[in-house]
């Protein structure tokens, strides 16, 4: 049963489909007006569908005064219903057009626009933001949604090829999953709950059932970046397995990044023409550098980090000529610069089996070796100045047969920003929520 | 590359892995101890992995004392790391077992758990949710996650091959989506936001940029509801489609129900077995009721709705006999019973476009055709009791090209609930949350 009706019209192509051997066959179309020419003895329009863009042709002469009345009533951004036929034709784009023989107006527009659905005419992400539904019909924009769309058909196939059981961890939690980054309470009827900013807890915990799980979904930070990189609700792409290590879990995140991207050029190759992409594949095994090379290399930059803290953004920036486009991973970072659940190295606990994925100057993941053993997770915990009672629940996991296990979350919205080359992450949200942003 | 390492120790196995032909193969397996019996001469240790359980022979007189000194220190729950020959043997359930020449304890556990993991000593509902990681390790409890996994592996290939696009829509919001039923407040930065209760607006609106939606995630509502089938954070399949109405979307959810079903009747038989569940194919196309006519049911069985108003679900009960074992559609509601969204019919306002999807006497799944002129949406709203200037985005939206459109929210849980024949929501979620309950 064709899935596509509208009363009595029945969709019969969509407009990719229109093509030159074609010609002579009715069609149905169903889209948006994209533009409308009137050239005097001929009027084009534009048809745009979730395929693409077709050409509609009326000579004035033949056309019936009832449709170019029609026609006449007709705007930019307009949902139509168009019968017609298919006609070869060189100047056309595809080499086809379509001539309309009935046009039926499905959904009228109010002018002006507050932005121009084209991108013809430039705007600030602002005031494409405000007016994301519009800023979304740009092709350049719907590229991006559907790229990310193949992204995650290519992990998901990965993951289930892979054994990996999807999981849904709760949203709303009574206390701190990861500690020290910032909280958004929730009224939870007469207490008070908080937005999960990550499944770890529960992903460590579910290893102890299926071994292998993952889980895609949103997640909240209440952190008050104002950075091009940072919203406060982004999808994470979270795995975690049990009996591995981080070398095994690093070898899962560059297979992953390897199929995504051989997936995309197969099969989005007109989006990313559209977005002027052309992907390069990462070359596995992708390098290993510790933490104590990436000081050198700023050191040798001029850029001076005390061992043991973190390295911040201007810090990788300064180093980007060295990494350039490079997928690389960072491991062996102190154990103070990393969450609790990262497990220290056995003969040197100041050293972490912790990782950071990195595309030039930007973390687009990050994992490790987890802790197993209570007391350890205990003791770590005590060091961050958490509290090990607003853990309970989650320790007494760990007297119930833990096994060795490690993970990583990747956040997609930064995946696609590195594959695109794209700057801001609003532009690779659909709808983004910052500290300023929580409409539309 | 394997992926299941552990330092020195590789998995060459699982336990689904061990059978007879490979007798006198080396193997080397990770799991945890189900069980232990010592016989005197022999002691037998079940190990269960992901995968199922197998047994491990140790026989006294032919195992090193270090072996047997590991295996005194072993008890059940007990994660362990085993290295083995494989032995045929028509006593043991798979044809064959494993004789351990070591075994590692990589993971020990303090007693007595709070509850047994076999699900031999039954536990009520309450005392299993509070100790969730041990209940989920019960065969019966395992084997609803496992199909549950399978029931979205099948949804996203069904939505991938008919060119739905996966949508992100936000789940903190700045005001009420659908009205009516209660929101979850959020302290967001200095202002209040609220936990989305569906991807409803959102994704009408998304159908004018991709025609085609879906999205499956995690969603809110605060209703206080004390059901067994209601929890207050929910996963909800969700879609939405341009140029259709609600018949094409009831054809769109009959036919994924059908394909889930024949999926899991392919894929999961050993957990289906496991649960004692034979499931039956839905016979497409699936009758539809109209809601006059369940009325009229309901008088057949001397219960008394008055016209317009909702049916609860002792009403729904008492036509059981009716409904045996049936999925079937409720259409033509009246349009007071339905969300402002919901379009009314042309010819007569009173009734609209809506649909319940109903499994004997519960509700699964709901959508119709929606309303695409802004005026009419403004009316319904005050119809509602809302106000309009809540909703001035997504009024704006309709004023852009709306295109007809339809779709329906299809609940996760209660999808298991029916298929599997489970009474409470809880059991088929994996940390439920309801106004009691919000932890583990």
Redesign the interface.
């Given at each position: 049963?064709p899935?596509?009706?509208?009363g009595d019209r029945r969709?019969t192509h969509y407009s990719s489909d229109i093509k030159a051997e074609l010609d002579g066959e009715e069609t149905v179309l169903?889209g948006?007006?994209q533009d409308i020419r009137d050239l005097g003895r001929l009027i084009f329009l534009t048809l745009r569908?979730?395929e693409g863009i077709v050409q509609l042709t009326i000579h004035k002469k033949d056309a019936s005064s009832s449709l170019l009345d029609k026609v006449a009533g007709v705007g930019k951004?307009?949902?139509v219903?168009v019968k017609g036929r298919i006609r070869a034709s060189r100047e056309a784009a595809r080499g086809a057009e379509v001539v309309p023989t009935d046009i039926k107006i499905?959904?009228?527009?109010?002018y002006p626009?507050p932005l121009d659905?084209t991108g013809r005419v430039p705007a600030e992400i602002d005031v494409r933001l405000n007016a994301r539904?519009?800023d979304?019909?740009r092709p350049q924009t719907?590229a991006i949604?559907?790229i990310?769309?193949e992204i995650?058909?290519a992990s998901?196939t990965f993951f289930?090829a892979?054994?990996f059981?999807?999981?849904?961890?709760?949203?709303?939690?009574?206390s701190a999953t990861e500690g020290g980054a910032a909280l958004?309470?929730?009224?939870?009827?007469d207490?008070k709950?908080y937005?999960a900013q990550s499944p770890q807890l529960?992903k460590e915990?579910?290893v102890?059932?299926?071994?292998?799980v993952y889980e895609v979904?949103?997640f909240?930070r209440?952190e008050?970046h104002d950075t091009r990189r940072h919203v406060?609700?982004f999808?994470s792409i979270d795995i975690e397995?049990?009996?591995?290590?981080a070398?095994?879990v690093m070898?899962?995140l560059e297979q992953l990044t390897s199929d995504v991207v051989v997936h995309l050029t197969q099969s989005c190759r007109g989006d990313l023409e559209t977005l002027g992409v052309e992907l390069k594949m990462p070359k596995l095994p992708l390098r290993r550098y510790t933490y104590d090379q990436i000081l050198a290399e700023l050191q040798g930059k001029g850029v001076k980090i005390d061992w043991g803290e973190d390295i911040d953004t201007p810090a990788y920036r300064a180093l980007q000529d060295l990494h350039r486009e490079e997928y690389y991973f960072i491991t062996d970072w102190p154990t103070k610069t990393k969450a609790f659940y990262i497990k220290p190295h056995e003969d040197n606990p100041e050293l972490s089996y912790g990782f950071d994925f990195m595309y030039e100057w930007m973390e687009i993941a990050s994992g490790g070796t987890r802790i197993?053993r209570k007391e350890l997770l205990i003791q770590r915990l005590h060091e961050k100045g958490l509290d090990p009672r607003d853990f309970e629940?989650?320790l007494?996991?760990y007297?119930?047969?833990?096994?060795?296990h490690a993970g990583w979350a990747f956040g997609l919205e930064r995946l696609l920003m590195v594959l695109l080359g794209i700057e801001n992450i609003r532009e690779v949200?659909?709808?983004p929520?910052d500290?300023y942003r929580?409409?539309?």
């Open positions: 049963m899935l596509d009706t509208l969709r169903f948006w007006v569908d979730k951004e307009y949902v219903g499905l959904g009228a527009v109010k626009l659905p539904i519009l979304l019909r719907r949604f559907n990310c769309n995650l058909i998901r289930n892979h054994g059981v999807e999981i849904h961890t709760p949203r709303l939690i009574a958004f309470p929730v009224e939870y009827f207490r709950a937005l529960y915990q579910l102890t059932v299926f071994e292998k979904g949103p909240f209440a008050e406060n609700e999808t397995q049990a009996f591995v290590d070398d095994d070898a899962i197993d629940d989650h007494n996991t007297e119930y047969g833990m096994p060795p949200t659909l709808f929520r500290r929580l409409t539309p």
